[in-house]
Nanobody, 116 residues
Framework: QVQLVESGGGLVQAGGSLRLSCTAS????????VDWYRQAPGEQRQLVAK???????NYADSVKGRFTISKGNAKNTVDLQMNSLKPEDTGVYYC??????????WGQGTHVTVSS
C-alpha cells in the first residue's frame, strides 16, 4: 500500500504562484512515476504533469512553460511549482502514484482557486 498526501493549495490571483507538494509513504519502491492531475468543476480529471523514477518529466500543453514538477527536498515528496497562474488552472489537484504505467494510488486532493 502507498499513501499520498497533498498540500499547498489555496487562493491566488491570476499571474501568481503556488507550490503543491505530494508526500508518499508506505511501499513506495513499487512506484514507477508520480503524477499531478487536475479536476476543474464539471470536468473530468486531467493529467497535468508526471515525473518518473528516472526524473523524466511530461506536461500537459496547457501548463508547459508555467508549471514544473520535481522531486522535493523533503524525503519522498514530489512538488509542483505553478507560476503565471490563470483562472482556468482552478480545480482540485490530485497526486497519483503509478504502477506499471497506470495510476494505482491517489491522494485526497488539494483545492486551487485562481481569481481573475
Amino acid at each position: 500500500q502507498v499513501q499520498l498526501v497533498e498540500s499547498g493549495g489555496g487562493l491566488v490571483q491570476a499571474g501568481g504562484s503556488l507550490r503543491l507538494s505530494c508526500t508518499a509513504s508506505g511501499n513506495i519502491f513499487v512506484l514507477n512515476a508520480v503524477d499531478w492531475y487536475r479536476q476543474a468543476p464539471g470536468e473530468q480529471r486531467q493529467l497535468v504533469a508526471k515525473i518518473t523514477t528516472r526524473n523524466t518529466t511530461n506536461y500537459a500543453d496547457s501548463v508547459k512553460g508555467r508549471f514544473t514538477i520535481s522531486k522535493g527536498n523533503a524525503k519522498n515528496t514530489v512538488d509542483l511549482q505553478m507560476n503565471s497562474l490563470k483562472p482556468e488552472d482552478t480545480g482540485v489537484y490530485y497526486c497519483a502514484a503509478e504502477i506499471l504505467g497506470r495510476p494505482a494510488y491517489w491522494g485526497q486532493g488539494t483545492h486551487v482557486t485562481v481569481s481573475s
